[in-house]
């Protein structure tokens, strides 16, 4: 039998790290370099969205590539509610903004409320016909859903300015907000998925025929797994949007659906921990690798920086990352207080037999 | 017993495209029987059992649960009303754990005392699955599998039990075991739909049997009847008459 902590001192460890991540993440809004918090809010911004892929894809099992369709109307719902009444008449040049999006202004909450509400709406009108596809017929339709998304936006000139995109978006994203967000999405949908209601997600997974002699309504549970999904990407595309202050739907292409995928893929489809992970590795790894694009010397040699270069090298990593971790780093597995105490304990453990 | 019919079927078809799979077959299976439906691969037994539960569309038919009409009742009602399926192949939920597979057997229902009770029944039913409750069901053997989907098919608290298969890809000797828990189950008063291939042991332990032939029933009597009846014996049986 594996050893189990007590569920109060659990509960303590949780608001320690949470304080402490606070902690650091309040240090880092401070002292550090813009460079390094742009870095932090994207990272924030990457877990929200490979967490609520990950209640679709990977513990619902439903293979959504629409994703960044989501994370597009977040983008554009908020903006167009943030953007002052002036820069809105600055920015539509080709067609004016239609009533009664160019007479408001909202402060930011609000606005990625909303945002995250219409994108679940969105969610919940495409839910219902595209879950009666299944398998690779799912991923095709969810995938022209969000190709759908991005062409829109390219041509209705009178709501999202069309190709020219959005610009001066005003920079609300901060560390808490973004955090904040991050926190609450990782919050909602690890709750759900350890509650009797996830556990019936992962048997449709599993299983959708077996789920459904359980008397699970397999049909409803999936609209609900995907809106609440939906939901996250369209708060998250609310928060990127207003930290990079310009979009267009060149922003929402395919390659930001699969950008996630990966993200969720490497931390290990279907645990949450390991979405949190694989955003965070992808997010910083990118950064680091940005070092090949200028030139640089391994001791006598001296490269040239090539541009796209660490795109060429993060794919190679990825090929082999999966060769030999084919389930991600967490694989289905959440990372737990009692795992890293038996992960602790396994070490000292070693450490006492090798003294005897 | 009463002798209150619990499943009533009547002439139901199902079509698979241009297939007519089932050609108007009508059963009945009376309170706290066993009932078995035998016949050979692709007569349409898995058919029956997935078309009584909404799993596949019926083309055609009425189908009665204690008196209610339930042919267009969706799957998950269905079962919430009282009708488990324990399916071919076992189709147990892999990476789940043994006590998470035997709970999704009881999602739908609220009362956590009851449910508590049902948990230790049918670990004392299954004593094997007692000892490998936190292990994941994938790695489970075959024999056991097909005891957590039995399990798992009790915890919704069935009136009506049906089984589709469940000697299949046994040993032997678990396959008399399995037939043995399936005896006790009635005597704990759920009414049994046995769907099987092995027409031996199913009609041994069976009140009442029909014997499907590529969509259509062809014979229908007690257990025992069919047992002796030279037309079984000789194309489900394998014994030569002289």
Redesign the interface.
């Known amino acids: 039998m594996e050893k189990t902590l007590p569920n109060n001192l659990k509960f303590f460890l949780t608001i320690v790290l949470i304080f402490l991540i606070g902690i650091l993440l309040f240090l880092a809004n401070n002292k550090a370099s813009e460079y390094v918090i742009l870095i932090l809010n994207l990272m924030a911004i990457n877990i929200i969205f490979s967490v609520s892929l990950t209640l679709i894809n990977g513990i619902t099992g439903i293979f959504s590539l629409g994703h960044a369709g989501f994370i597009a109307i977040g983008a554009y719902v908020s903006t167009l509610l943030t953007l002052s009444v002036s820069q809105k008449e600055m920015t539509f040049l080709i067609k004016p903004l239609i009533y009664p999006l160019n007479q408001i202004q909202l402060p930011f909450l609000p606005a990625t409320l909303i945002a995250g509400l219409v994108a679940a709406g969105f969610g919940y009108i495409v839910a219902a016909p595209s879950l009666r596809l299944i398998g690779d017929y799912l991923a095709i339709a969810t995938l022209g859903l969000g190709e759908t998304i991005r062409i829109i936006a390219n041509n209705a000139w009178s709501i999202t300015n069309g190709a020219l995109g959005l610009k001066a978006i005003p920079p609300y994203t901060n560390i808490y907000w973004s955090w904040g967000w991050a926190f609450v999405t990782v919050l909602v949908i690890s709750s759900l998925v350890k509650s009797?209601y996830g556990?019936?997600l992962?048997?449709i997974r599993?299983?959708p025929?077996?789920?459904?002699?359980?008397?699970?309504?397999?049909f409803s549970h999936q609209v609900v797994s995907f809106v609440l999904g939906s939901l996250f990407a369209g708060v998250g595309g609310a928060l990127w949007a207003h930290l990079i202050t310009t979009i267009d739907p060149k922003s929402f292409a395919f390659s930001k659906t699969f950008e996630i995928l990966i993200m969720a893929v490497l931390g290990g489809l279907?645990s949450i921990s390991g979405a949190i992970i694989g955003a965070s590795i992808y997010t910083v790894g990118l950064e680091f690798l940005r070092v090949l694009e200028s030139p640089f010397k391994i001791g006598f040699i001296s490269f040239p920086g090539i541009p796209g270069m660490r795109m060429v090298v993060l794919s190679v990593l990825l090929i082999v990352l999966m060769l030999f971790w084919q389930r991600g780093i967490m694989g289905?597995k959440e990372l737990s207080w009692d795992s890293v105490y038996a992960l602790v304990a396994k070490r000292l453990k070693k450490r006492g037999g090798n003294d005897e | 017993m009463s002798n209150q019919t619990v499943l009533k079927i009547q002439d139901m078809h199902v079509h698979y495209g241009n297939i007519h799979a089932l050609k108007g077959i009508s059963i009945d299976v009376k309170a706290g029987q066993i009932v078995t439906l035998i016949g050979a691969n692709g007569a349409g037994k898995t058919t029956t059992l997935q078309a009584i539960?909404n799993?596949v569309r019926k083309s055609g038919g009425k189908v009665f649960f204690n008196d209610y009409d339930i042919t267009h009742t969706?799957?998950?009602q269905i079962?919430?009303s009282g009708i488990?399926?324990?399916?071919e192949g076992r189709?147990?939920?892999?990476?789940?754990t043994v006590y998470?597979n035997l709970?999704?057997?009881a999602?739908?229902r609220k009362d956590t005392e009851s449910i508590r009770k049902d948990l230790d029944w049918v670990l004392t039913l299954f004593p094997r699955l007692k000892e490998r409750l936190k292990q994941l069901g994938g790695t489970l053997s075959g024999g056991e599998q097909q005891m957590l989907a039995v399990a798992?098919?009790l915890m919704?608290r069935p009136k009506l039990l049906m089984l589709d298969e469940p000697s299949l890809g046994l040993a032997p000797l678990l396959v008399r075991e399995v037939f043995q828990i399936i005896q006790k189950i009635r005597e704990e008063g759920v009414t049994i739909l046995l769907v099987e291939q092995n027409a031996l042991a199913a009609l041994k332990i069976a009140d009442y049997g029909y014997v499907l032939e590529t969509g259509k029933i062809v014979m229908q009597d007690t257990g025992q009847n069919l047992l002796s009846s030279d037309n079984v014996r000789k194309a489900y049986l394998g014994v030569a008459i002289a």
Do not use: C, Q, W
Request: hydrophobic share 45%; no cysteine; aromatic share 4%.
């Open positions: 009797s556990r019936a992962k048997a599993e299983d025929i077996a789920a459904k002699a359980m008397g699970i309504n397999v279907g289905r | 539960t799993l969706s799957t998950h079962v919430n488990a399926l324990v399916p189709r147990i939920f892999p990476n789940l998470e709970m999704m057997g999602y739908a798992r098919g919704t």
